[in-house]
């Protein structure tokens, strides 16, 4: 029966070496090609980023989040809407309300009075210069002003201007519409009935 061959330490020690030094060249290999995938990953642009609106889009947006605030009486949103030194000018004979700290008592004192506040724009027109921008439009309010239904119309004139990447509102001009007079027209008599008025030169009949 032939002896089976025994590994002498020096062969054992060979052997674990090539182990080794195999294990350590695939390592090698793999790092530099993940690292080189990590680089890629950090080079390659991010397709994830907003697109910028146009600055016609981003007024029409700032006016609907002015109106919505102003609707449910959010004070905090409604600031972030107009500019620190912004100018208000109302319908009524009044002067001019200057800085968003005057505006604001005004406001709620009259916010106040109103529940089931509703306001429609229609009719909008926005234009831009550079970081100047204005719009305007007509409006339809309804709600309960002191208990009492009440619905008017008016029209409303926006100037803004834009600090950094944000349009905020610098003037606000806002009238109400004044209701057409009703004209009462007389009743028109059938054809063929004789007219009653007095004719030139003759008294009228008694």
């Known amino acids: 029966m032939a002896a089976k061959p025994v590994l002498t330490a020096a062969r ?5 070496f090539t182990i080794n030094l195999g294990a350590a060249m695939l390592l090698s290999a793999a790092y530099p090609a993940a690292a080189q995938k990590d680089k890629k ?3 390659q642009p991010d397709t994830h980023n907003t697109i910028p609106m146009p600055d016609e889009q981003m007024i029409d947006y700032k006016i609907s989040e002015m109106l919505g605030a102003w ?3 959010d004070v905090d949103h409604l600031r972030q809407t107009y500019a620190a030194d912004a100018v208000f000018v109302s319908g009524v004979w009044a ?10 008592a005004i406001y709620q004192q009259q916010r ?4 089931q ?3 429609d724009r229609t009719n909008t027109y926005i234009k831009v210069s550079g970081t100047v921008g204005w719009a305007c439009y007509q409006w339809e309010f309804s709600g309960t002003v002191d208990g009492q239904s009440m619905t008017s119309h ?12 944000h349009w905020v509102i610098a003037h606000n001009h806002t009238s109400v519409a004044q209701a057409a007079p009703t004209v ?13 008025a007095p004719q030139a030169g003759k008294p009228p009949a008694r």
């Not at 054992?12 to 674990?16: A, D, H, N, P, T």
């Not at 002067?95 to 604001?104: C, R």
């Open 12 to 16: 054992v020690l060979r052997v674990l």
């Open 41 to 43: 990953k950090k080079n």
């Open 71 to 73: 609707q449910l009486g």
């Open 95 to 104: 002067p001019p309300v200057f800085g968003w700290s005057n505006y604001l």
């Open 112 to 115: 106040a009075r109103m529940q």
């Open 117 to 119: 506040v509703r306001m």
């Open 154 to 165: 008016g029209q409303t004139t926006l100037v803004l201007q834009k600090t950094g990447d």
């Open 184 to 196: 009462t027209m007389p009743p028109q008599q059938p054809a063929g009935t004789p007219s009653t």
